[in-house]
């Protein structure tokens, strides 16, 4: 295995980093630094679990620290599911794989990131938005390899490990990136098809300003595929989401501003200017 990013040292930080919260009961989202990671399992000594997505780099040894607290020690989650394979989703996962051994789980349009076949595109620093956005250079975007490690999510939409929950297509941000949805009580847990602060701004990431945001400008390359996977999560009328990147937004307030991002999405959304703004990708 190998992941470059690693061992990065990407000084970046919020003011929730470290303190996590329960969801629902069996949703817990760990925020770390400036992304968030997802426990499911239903909190106790030896219940199963399974861990979405793997954080920053530097964050494996919190979140094997806060799984232990929740799930007790030599308790490994059941697989780590990816919503993708940008460098502040898998920071932490080769640590995680040598620690506890567990399967990965991503789509299969993002295997060639995750089996070192192919980079991601290069970070857009030009697009408008702040200062995370004009450093995004800095940004990792070389794949990783997982090797054996990783496998694709099942075709037929499920999730291993998560029953009753399902994986949804949702491209724009990256190719294979994916969401996934629990029609049973309307819990989403959207990865970075949209997020829940202007990630491009140094001071909103800090503060963590709740609002509602597209996915990170700086490392969206097709903004046509973004807009539709917006307009199918807005589709599904979710109760709670978890994104990524910005505190969980429920209810009233989330229904109001997903409607809110697919009405307005060229403003709110969209970047005035930028490499693969209309349809451009050199």
């Known amino acids: 295995m190998e992941n470059k990013a690693e061992k990065r040292i990407i000084p970046m930080t919020s003011i929730d980093s470290g303190i996590g919260e ?17 426990f499911y399992g239903y909190p106790g000594e030896g219940n199963e679990w399974v861990l979405i997505d ?8 919190n979140i094997i620290v806060e799984a232990e607290e929740r799930f007790g020690k030599n308790n490994p989650p059941k697989a780590i599911i990816l919503t993708h394979g940008h460098f502040d989703h898998v920071g932490g996962i ?8 567990m399967p990965v789980y991503a789509h299969e ?28 250079p800095y940004y990792p975007n070389e794949a990783i390899k997982l090797e054996g490690h990783v496998q ?13 929950w399902k994986w949804i297509h949702t491209p724009g941000h990256t190719q294979g990136h994916v969401s996934l949805f629990r029609e049973a009580d309307g819990s ?58 910005g505190r969980p937004m429920a209810g009233k307030t989330l229904r109001e501003n997903l409607d809110l991002l697919v009405e307005k999405f060229d403003d709110i959304a969209i970047p005035d200017h930028g490499r693969f703004v209309n349809g451009k990708q050199d």
């Open 54 to 61: 793997a954080g920053m780099p530097r964050s494996g040894d």
């Open 109 to 136: 349009l993002e295997m060639p990131f995750l089996r070192g076949e192919e980079d991601y595109p290069d970070p857009d620093p030009t697009v408008e938005g702040g200062l995370l956005a004009k450093i995004s």
């Open 188 to 245: 989403l847990i959207a990865g970075d098809a949209f997020v829940t602060v202007k990630q491009e701004s140094l001071y909103k990431v800090f503060t963590q300003e709740h609002e509602i945001s597209g996915p990170p400008r700086y490392l969206t390359p097709d903004w046509e595929a973004a807009r539709a996977s917006v307009e199918k999560l807005a589709a599904l009328r979710p109760v709670v989401a978890i994104t990524g990147h």
């Open 152 to 164: 694709a999510l099942p075709q037929d939409g499920t999730v291993p490990f998560m029953d009753g």
């Open 22 to 38: 329960q969801i629902t009961s069996d949703l817990y989202y760990f925020p770390f630094m400036i992304v968030n990671v997802v």
């Open 94 to 101: 080769t640590q995680l794989i040598e620690k506890w051994k």
